[in-house]
């Protein structure tokens, strides 16, 4: 049974490892941080937020300064999709945000049916699948 847990992650309860949903990629063993497996790229902050003043002028910009904040991506080593960001004090280590029970998870999920595509599509809050129109507008002209 595979249960997702992000957008791009899911645990093999059999196997006890993380996956990518996207690529099935094998992340690492579910028992441990699914960072350790992926690729991280240590960004420049002022390259996520450009200054709003001219740094030649100015010395704060309102771009975060890279002497006191990292900003982490993480992307899956196969197929490459972004899994995850964070913003962090310099030397911080990465966050362990995800670590799961796996025994108790075996055990809740022992009796379920794994999710349909629609129970993993989630809620329908704005009716989207009863959205159906074309968009090729008719356009009437008036008899001038
Ligand atoms: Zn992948």
Request: hydrophobic share 35%; proline share 9%; charged share 25%.
């Amino acid at each position: 049974m595979k249960v997702p847990v992000t957008e791009y992650l899911e645990i093999d309860l059999e196997r006890e490892l993380w996956l990518c949903r996207r690529c099935g990629h094998e992340v690492g063993p579910a028992r441990q941080a699914y960072k350790e497996g992926l690729l991280v790229y240590a960004r420049d902050p002022a390259e996520i937020h450009k200054p709003i003043l001219d740094p030649a002028l100015y010395e704060f910009t309102f771009a975060p300064d890279g002497k006191w904040i990292s900003i982490l991506e993480y992307y899956c080593p196969d197929c490459g999709v972004m899994m995850e960001t964070e913003y962090l004090p310099i030397g911080h280590p990465p966050l362990n945000d995800m670590q799961f029970d796996l025994d108790a998870l075996k055990a809740q999920w022992s009796g379920r049916e794994p999710l349909t595509e629609a129970e993993l599509a989630g809620p329908d809050p704005v009716g989207m699948s009863q959205h159906h129109h074309s968009h090729k507008q008719k356009h009437e002209h008036g008899g001038r």
